[in-house]
């Protein structure tokens, strides 16, 4: 590519203005006997310059689109050289040059062919030089476009990898045409070119086929949840469906997108159990506060008391949901359960409680009845027991129980080093939670006992109110 520059005049002066005349009148006949008239207007439309060379160089005949505009002269050197290999080798050549024109800088593209005379040697050139300057210049366009569209589609793509939506298109046929990532289970090879009942479970296919025939059919979007079975899983898709329209303003197609609301619905069904669950155990614990009310009262021996107990237990209640509520209701570890319920004495100096057990979890139904009845018992050694006094010790251990023909957890509350216990006359409201309560709302073996050296008790859970025993140590 080079660049031109020269005179106005464009022509050498070596053509003679009767030459000039000489080659209008030769062109006037060829127009006159074969039309090249026509021709010539369209080279004019086509901006087109041709022009003959001698051997020489020497101009013999001119072309130009416009009167009076030629391209500038002389050549520069490189344009010289290549007509000269022209010359040498009778190939033709192609070479891009930069022109000074009258409107600006131009640039054109010029092929040289080769002319044979009579005896078939070479004896002069034609050339043929088109302006290409807006060609280029749309080309550098399209580059930088096409450039920059791949920039916004890798973000594109990039942004929807990391997302959780699926862009995807179909035909009037509703065959996929394009999709963005996989779906349904399907990689994007498994999905191109076929239509849902390809893809997908029939039992899935009507809700979403319905969706999409609507917005063919009304050329209005259409918005929707749909479920589909994917292997053993259930997943949730929102679905939104928007028209595609061809030029003539008729639906050539739809553009959807698939969002996966899988979690969200997840978390909805668990949001309306645990709302059923808690109008149920809102009535259950009404109602244990009303039979703690009542006994704490039947066995209380003044208001205050009264006031006392009552609050105590009350607290250890709410320990125990405090607990459920961490874990989202699902259910309770043994050993935070036994913690929680025995804080108020575990940072007394001399180490007066150890705990050790196996990674259990408890059901919300056992954690809670569980929780009342180690209250019991601690306050029932704070007041009576070994935590009464400072030599006082007591071990709280469990173990799992895998074997016979109902599989349990098996916890020992041994009481040591206090003052010496006898059997009481008659069972408090803390035996009857301990006992009672726990055989009947867990179907638990409680054995309690008052031996002389200090309380013992025995309580043996069920598999069925445990969610995942666990064999090793803590």
């Given at each position: ?22 080659m ?23 901006r087109l ?5 001698d ?9 130009v689109?416009?009167d ?23 190939q ?38 088109i ?6 210049s749309l ?28 862009v ?32 997908m ?28 079975n ?15 329209r061809?030029?003539?303003?008729a ?7 698939a ?28 109602a ?19 006031l ?16 459920l ?27 007066q ?46 173990t ?38 726990l ?5 638990a ?30």
């Amino acid at each position: 590519m080079t660049d031109q520059t020269g005179s106005e005049e464009g022509l050498p002066r070596r053509i003679t203005q009767g030459r000039v005349r000489s080659m209008a009148k030769a062109g006037a006949a060829l127009d006159a006997d074969h039309g090249i008239g026509q021709f010539e207007s369209a080279l004019r439309a086509a901006r087109l310059y041709v022009f003959s060379q001698d051997k020489t160089l020497q101009h013999m005949q001119v072309h130009v689109p416009r009167d009076g505009q030629t391209l500038p002269a002389p050549d520069g050197e490189e344009i010289l050289a290549i007509k000269r290999k022209v010359l040498e080798s009778g190939q033709p050549q192609n070479v891009e040059a930069f022109y000074a024109m009258p409107e600006g800088r131009a640039l054109f593209s010029i092929h040289i062919d080769p002319t044979f005379g009579p005896d078939g040697k070479v004896d002069g050139i034609t050339c043929r030089a088109i302006d290409i300057t807006m060609i280029r210049s749309l080309e550098r366009e399209q580059r930088r476009l096409t450039a920059e569209l791949g920039t916004t589609l890798q973000r594109y793509e990039t942004a929807l990898r990391g997302s959780n939506v699926t862009v995807f298109t179909h035909d009037r046929d509703l065959r996929y045409t394009s999709i963005s990532n996989p779906l349904f289970g399907r990689a994007v090879r498994e999905i191109v070119g076929r239509a849902d009942h390809e893809i997908m479970p029939v039992e899935n296919v009507a809700a979403i086929a319905a969706l999409k025939q609507a917005a063919l059919d009304s050329g209005l979007p259409k918005d929707g949840e749909v479920r589909v079975n994917e292997g053993t899983s259930i997943r949730w898709y929102d679905l939104h469906i928007e028209p595609v329209r061809d030029g003539s303003g008729a639906i050539a197609g739809l553009t959807c997108s698939a969002v996966d609301i899988t979690e969200r619905k997840e978390g909805e069904a668990h949001l309306r159990l645990l709302m059923r669950e808690l109008t149920h155990r809102s009535k259950n614990l009404l109602a244990v506060i009303q039979a703690m009310a009542r006994q704490t009262a039947r066995h209380a021996g003044s208001i205050d008391g009264f006031l006392d107990q009552f609050s105590a237990r009350l607290q250890a209640l709410a320990r125990s949901h405090d607990l459920l509520v961490q874990e989202e209701w699902h259910g309770v570890a043994l050993a935070e359960l036994v913690r929680s319920q025995l804080a108020p004495y575990l940072d007394r100096s001399g180490a007066q409680i150890a705990v050790n057990g196996p990674p259990v979890m408890l059901r919300p139904e056992a954690a809670q009845s569980l929780g009342l009845a180690l209250h019991e018992l601690a306050i029932n050694a704070v007041r009576f027991g070994a935590l009464s006094t400072p030599s006082g010790r007591i071990s709280i251990a469990w173990t799992w129980q895998p074997g016979g023909e109902r599989p349990a957890v098996e916890i020992m509350w041994e009481e040591s080093g206090g003052p010496e216990v006898g059997a009481p006359a008659q069972r408090g409201f803390g035996s009857l939670v301990v006992e009672r309560n726990l055989a009947r709302a867990l179907e638990a073996g409680v054995d309690l006992t008052f031996d002389r050296e200090g309380v013992r008790c025995r309580i043996t859970i069920p598999v069925t109110q445990l969610l995942r025993p666990v064999g090793t140590e803590t």
